[in-house]
């Protein structure tokens, strides 16, 4: 059965998301950014959601880590809870 292991960030607004991406790409560290930003409590570990199997996360956020590259930020992806950016870190198909 698939698994994977992924981190995320957590705001409520696109703009938002959209400009973490940004400094995520321009070398800020994704971690330091979810412990400073992340509305969600795994922001206190980087983000780091752990292991899960598809179906245990909302189906926007389970639709991006089962598919999009490992190491690769992902998002803004929008669920109920806010906008997201997602990086999957470890994946098993």
Not at 18 to 32: C, H, M, Y
Not at 57 to 81: I, L, Y
Request: charge should be negative; aromatic fraction near 6%; proline fraction near 4%.
């Amino acid at each position: 059965m698939a698994k994977a292991a992924a981190r995320h960030i957590l705001v409520q607004t696109e703009a938002e998301c959209r400009d973490l991406k940004e400094q995520i790409a321009n070398g800020t560290d994704f971690a330091q950014l979810a412990k400073v930003h992340s509305k969600c409590p795994s922001g206190r570990d980087g983000g780091n959601l752990g292991t899960f199997s598809p179906g245990q996360m909302v189906r926007e956020f389970d639709e991006v880590v089962f598919s999009a590259p490992v190491g690769e930020v992902q998002g803004p992806v929008k669920t109920q809870f806010g906008f997201h950016l997602v990086e999957v870190t470890h994946r098993v198909d």
